[in-house]
């Protein structure tokens, strides 16, 4: 949810970035494989996209940071 949070900060200041680039819905993304591979593929883009419009990765890292972006977490139960 915090991952939506900051999605959605970025849509209420008009980041046209984030605006062209984050269509998945946070239940679509949440709770499904093809959501949340979607949603991998939404943080690229717009990590690249802000690279290319401002010269650095500053923008991408304020909004996301503090937030852990891995896809899953490995156990391994005996």
């Not at 046209?16 to 946070?26: A, D, R, Y």
């Not at 990765?57 to 972006?69: D, I, K, N, Q």
């Amino acid at each position: 949810m915090k991952l939506s949070r900051a999605i959605n900060q970025a849509f209420a200041a008009e980041d046209p970035e984030s605006l062209s680039v984050f269509k998945t819905g946070t239940l679509r993304a949440t709770f499904t494989i093809s959501g949340m591979l979607a949603r991998t593929d939404e943080l690229v883009a717009y990590a690249e996209l802000v690279v290319e419009a401002d010269g650095c990765a500053y923008r991408y890292h304020r909004l996301f940071s503090g937030l852990e972006l891995s896809a899953c977490e490995r156990r391994t139960d005996g």
